[in-house]
């Protein structure tokens, strides 16, 4: 589906922000403590001075106790104006050694986000409500987190239509071989009891086996989710038309760029794919 070949290929231009070492200077600067603060902090600062609650609630898949332990104490150290800031130049400075003239493949995404709608997307809208930077690289990246947040919002609402939490849905990713525990574990905080609770609530649903591995009610499932995560990020898809494919055709190579160069790693915690 195109909306799946859209996130595949704007989706490391995002990620970036997550494993660039100016990232974690930037936020050294401005006074946060650590990379977890860092990126809490910098993801949610678009919201506000968010509590733990709220921001667990938004990002879904952390464990409650992790998103604790960094916030809201990252606010006493750098207000999040501040954070969004140094952020934005930040991902500017990762990016500059791979990319030339992004105008063309930025207006394209500006394009998308235009057609975006922030019904039940709360980062999404957060992150759409920041100012246009004026330089390029650092509007290409905004766009690019715009759709990519309005996709994942989705993707919560999806997921939790499904009856599954954020700690269950990542378990589905598990079960279908996209990520292994040990990937994963470590980046989102759940204690072995949480996350061995969450298996055994899934094989009473028939979803997993006893393997951790999706059964075929698991796989349609996981089906089910996907399909309507891409039909949730639609809007920006149909809204470029025709001209989608030109977005593919230039966003795809600057995106394998930021990953031959090692500016974001595969496999990764996330998931990000080369595209």
């Not at 809201?72 to 750098?78: C, E, L, N, V």
């Not at 470590?186 to 899934?202: C, E, F, K, N, Y």
């Amino acid at each position: 589906m195109t909306a799946r070949r859209l996130w595949a290929a704007v989706e490391p231009l995002h990620a970036v922000v997550y494993f660039a070492p100016e990232t974690a200077e930037a936020a050294k600067v401005v006074g946060l403590r650590g990379y977890w603060m860092g990126y809490f902090a910098g993801r949610l600062a678009p919201l506000g001075p968010i509590g733990p609650g709220p921001a667990t609630a938004v990002l879904f898949g952390f464990a409650p106790s992790m998103v604790a332990r960094a916030l809201p104490d990252a606010w006493s150290f750098a207000s999040p104006e501040a954070v969004v800031g140094s952020r934005m130049e930040a991902v500017a400075s990762a990016l500059r050694p791979v990319a030339a003239d992004v105008s063309e493949l930025s207006a394209l995404l500006w394009r998308a986000v235009d057609a975006c709608e922030f019904d039940g997307r709360p980062l999404a809208a957060a992150w759409a409500a920041v100012p246009e930077p004026a330089d390029p690289l650092s509007r290409l990246w905004l766009a690019a987190t715009i759709l990519r947040e309005h996709r994942g919002d989705g993707h919560v609402l999806a997921a939790v239509h499904a009856g599954l939490g954020g700690l269950e849905t990542t378990l589905t990713h598990i079960g279908d071989g996209v990520l292994g525990r040990a990937n994963i574990q470590p980046h989102r905080g759940w204690s072995d009891a949480q996350w061995d609770a969450a298996v055994d609530r899934l094989r009473a649903r028939g979803i997993l086996d006893a393997d951790g591995v999706l059964t075929d009610d698991g796989r349609a499932l996981r089906r089910r989710i996907e399909e309507d995560t891409d039909r949730l990020a639609a809007a920006p898809v149909e809204a470029l038309g025709a001209d989608v494919e030109r977005l593919l055709e230039l966003a795809v190579p600057l995106s394998r760029a930021v990953i031959d160069t090692g500016v974001v790693p595969v496999p990764n915690p996330m998931g990000v794919p080369r595209p």
